[in-house]
Nanobody
């Protein structure tokens, strides 16, 4: 039984940085693709980034391209999301999810089988 726990959220000023962590327990993440989703106030949950089990061919939504970096350390059973040059549009609850493939298209949220409970990220001055 795979369980995921997010951490690292908080309040950050525009232009600042945060690093989110997604820690797994129960089983290893070696055979799972991991995605980060976020849901802003009154908005639909959207895919932010994902990484295959091998760590290659990562994907990002256009709004975070060049600012966010997803990575994984399978030895630590943890996936990270480094967020730089943050702006208020990055505000929301961030969730990590595990599935069989890395993709962020419409309805991709339904292809991930395991979810964490989320961590709040607020970008404000």
């Amino acid at each position: 039984q795979l369980q995921l726990v997010e951490s690292g959220g908080g309040l950050v000023q525009p232009g600042g940085s945060l690093r989110l962590s997604c820690s797994a327990s129960g089983v290893t993440l070696d055979n799972y693709a991991i995605a980060w989703f976020r849901q802003g106030p009154g908005q639909e949950r959207e895919g932010v980034s994902c990484i295959p089990n091998s760590g290659g061919n990562t994907h990002y939504t256009e709004s975070v391209e060049g600012r966010f970096t997803i990575s994984r350390d399978n030895a630590k059973n943890t996936v990270y999301l480094q967020m730089n040059k943050m702006n208020p549009d990055d505000t929301g609850v961030y969730y990590c999810a595990a599935g069989s493939a890395c993709w962020l298209g419409h309805r991709s949220r339904y292809e991930y089988d395991h979810w964490g409970q989320g961590t709040q990220v607020t970008v404000s001055s």
